[in-house]
C-alpha cells in the first residue's frame, strides 16, 4: 500500500532533519537554529492541532511548578545526591526530608517537571539530575527563575488591562509598560526599592550567558580594538550600564593586564568599588541621561542596555556617548539581539514581547539598528552573528 500523504509528509521532514545533521555538526550555534527549526515542524506535524493548544494552554503551570522546585530546592537536592548507587536516584521521602515540603506536593511538582526533561524519573519516586537541571542549578540561571516568576508575571497579568488603557498601542514611553501600570514605578526605579529582587536580576544577569557562545570568541577584539589603540590614551573600555563588571572582567581573564592597553571603566547607577584590591576594572556612578565624562575612550560598550529603551530614549542614551567619541579612532560596540527580517526565533520574539512589557522597549532587527546610529550620527562597522536571530555584536565609529 502506498504511504499516505502525512506520512510522506514526515517522512520529507525527517530526511529535511537528516541533512541538517549530516551537514553540520549539531553542536554548532550557527546551524543549530536550523535543525530546531526542522525539529519543530516535524513535532507539529505529528502533534494534533487541539494537543498543541493545550500543550500552550499548560505553559504557565510549568513556569509555576519549577518556581515551586527552586523555592524548596528540589533540583539542588537532586544535583548534589551522592547515593552510593546514583543510577537508583534521589528518593521522594530523602526530598521531603531535606526541603520543607510534603511529599505529595513534591510528587505533583517533579511529575511535572520530569515530563518537561528537567531531571529523569528512574524509578517509581525517584529522580536522577539530567544536564538541563545541571544548568537550572547554576546560581544566574536558578536566579533567573525566581525572577522571571516574581517580577515578570505579575506584569504579564496585567498586560491586556495596560494595552486597553494605551489603546493597544505598541508602548512608546517607559511610563506604558505593563510593569509600570502593575508596580506604579518603572523596572529599575522599583528594584532599588526591593533589593531581595535587585540581587536576582544581578546573579541572572551575570550568569544567563554561561555556556554561550561569548562574543570574546567571535569578535575579533585584537585585529577590531585593541590593535590601532592609542596608548597615550589611558582608557580602553568604558562598559556603560555594565551591572556588576562581569563582562569588563571576562576580558580582563581574557587578556590580562599586559595583553589590554589601558584602563577599564564601569559605568551603572549603583556601581560599586571593587573590594578586590589588584583593581580588574575601574568603577563609576553614572546616570546615562546625562553627559559622558569619559571623554575619548577606545571603546563605548552597551551589553542589553538599548533593548530596555523605546527608541527616542536609546538616541538620548546614544547621542551622550557619541558626543564623548574621538571621531575615527572611538568604537561604540553594542550587544543586543539582532533580529532577522522574517522568521525571528522563539526565544527572540519572546524577549521583544518581554522587553516591551517590562520597559516598553523592544528587539531591533538590522535596519533598524543601523537607522538608530545614523540618527545620532553614528556610522555602522559591521555586525557580528553568530547565531539566527540571537545575541551579535554591532559596531559603530564617528566619522569626522
Ligand atoms: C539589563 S541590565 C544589563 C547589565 C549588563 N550590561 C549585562 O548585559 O549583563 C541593565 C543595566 O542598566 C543599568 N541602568 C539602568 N538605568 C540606568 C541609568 N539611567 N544609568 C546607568 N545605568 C543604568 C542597570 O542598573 C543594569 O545594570
Request: aromatic share 8%; net charge negative.
Amino acid at each position: 500500500m502506498a504511504p499516505s500523504p502525512s506520512t510522506l509528509r514526515l517522512l520529507s521532514l525527517v530526511e529535511d532533519i537528516k541533512i541538517a545533521i549530516e551537514k553540520d555538526d549539531a553542536s554548532n550555534t550557527a546551524t543549530r537554529p536550523d535543525l530546531l527549526a526542522n525539529i519543530s515542524k516535524l513535532r507539529d506535524a505529528v502533534e494534533a492541532p487541539q494537543d498543541s493548544l493545550l500543550r500552550i494552554y499548560s505553559q504557565p503551570l510549568q513556569n509555576a511548578a519549577l518556581r515551586v522546585a527552586v523555592e524548596l530546592g528540589l533540583l539542588e537536592i537532586i544535583s548534589c545526591a551522592s547515593s552510593p548507587t546514583p543510577e537508583m536516584g534521589t528518593s521522594l521521602a530523602h526530598l521531603a526530608g531535606r526541603s520543607h515540603g510534603d511529599s505529595k506536593l513534591i510528587a505533583r511538582v517533579m511529575r511535572v517537571l520530569t515530563a518537561m526533561g528537567i531531571c529523569i524519573e528512574s524509578s517509581s519516586e525517584h529522580y536522577i539530575s539530567n544536564p538541563l537541571n545541571e544548568v537550572i542549578v547554576q546560581p544566574g540561571y536558578t536566579a533567573g527563575v525566581r525572577f522571571h516568576f516574581d517580577v515578570e508575571i505579575p506584569a504579564i497579568i496585567k498586560l491586556i488591562e495596560c494595552l486597553s488603557k494605551h489603546r493597544f498601542r505598541s508602548p512608546a514611553y517607559a511610563s506604558e509598560s505593563a510593569f509600570d501600570y502593575t508596580f506604579s514605578a518603572s523596572f529599575f526605579d522599583w528594584m532599588k526599592e526591593n533589593p531581595m529582587a535587585l540581587r536576582c536580576f544581578d546573579l541572572y544577569m551575570a550568569g544567563r550567558r554561561v555556556g554561550k557562545a561569548s562574543w570574546l570568541d567571535y569578535y575579533p577584539i585584537h585585529e577590531r580594538l585593541i590593535k590601532g589603540t592609542d596608548l597615550k590614551n589611558t582608557v580602553f573600555m568604558v562598559d556603560i550600564g555594565g551591572g556588576h563588571g562581569h563582562d569588563l572582567k571576562s576580558l580582563r581573564d581574557k587578556y590580562g593586564h599586559e595583553g589590554l592597553p589601558g584602563r577599564l571603566i564601569l559605568q551603572d547607577l549603583a556601581a560599586e568599588k571593587p573590594k578586590d584590591t589588584t583593581a580588574i576594572f575601574e568603577s563609576m556612578h553614572y546616570n546615562f541621561f546625562e553627559p559622558q565624562p569619559v571623554r575619548g575612550a577606545r571603546v563605548y560598550h552597551l551589553r542589553a542596555i538599548l533593548h530596555d529603551w523605546p527608541t527616542p530614549i536609546c538616541r538620548t542614551i546614544l547621542s551622550h556617548v557619541a558626543d564623548a567619541m574621538t571621531p575615527n579612532y572611538s568604537k561604540l560596540i553594542i550587544r543586543e539581539f539582532i533580529l532577522p527580517d522574517t522568521n525571528v526565533p522563539l526565544y527572540t520574539a519572546c524577549t521583544d514581547i518581554r522587553m516591551m512589557l517590562l520597559h516598553a522597549g523592544m528587539e531591533r532587527t538590522e535596519s533598524q539598528w543601523k537607522e538608530l546610529l545614523y540618527e545620532v550620527g553614528l556610522e555602522l562597522g559591521g555586525f557580528w552573528i553568530v547565531e539566527r536571530g540571537g545575541e551579535g555584536v554591532i559596531e559603530a565609529v564617528k566619522k569626522s
